[in-house]
């Protein structure tokens, strides 16, 4: 079993920046990726980020060139440094853990981000 704990989100006026941090506890010494997917009342989860252990990266398309992804593996932790916020990007943030490639084994319990003046 593996536990996922979010921390770092907030409210930020447009074009500010925040940093997410998701700390993983548990069975973590064999997985496959940690990321970040988000939420938005009446819309499916979108992933935003994902950091795979042999090295490679994917963004959303709305993200690049704003968010870094990044892993601290020896504190078991997974950031998502988010710069240039726009509006659109106030969701809720759920950290993530895949064990294989595939579907989402763990969540997170999600922190909310709003941008907003």
């Known amino acids: 079993q593996v536990e996922l704990v979010e921390s770092g989100g907030g409210l930020v006026q447009p074009g500010g920046s925040l940093k997410l941090s998701c700390a993983a506890s548990?069975?973590?010494?064999?997985?496959?990726?940690m990321g970040w997917y988000r939420q938005t009342p009446g819309k499916q989860r979108e992933l935003v980020a994902e950091k795979r252990n042999i090295g490679t990266t994917t963004y959303a398309d709305p993200v690049k060139g704003r968010f870094t992804i990044s892993r601290d593996d020896a504190k078991n932790t997974v950031y998502l440094q988010m710069n240039s916020l726009k509006p659109e990007d106030t969701a809720v943030y759920y950290c993530?853990?895949?064990?294989?490639?595939?579907?989402?084994?763990?969540w997170g319990q999600g922190t909310q981000v709003t941008v907003s003046s």
């Open positions: 548990g069975r973590t010494f064999s997985f496959y990726s």
């Open positions: 993530y853990l895949k064990l294989l490639s595939g579907h989402v084994d763990f």
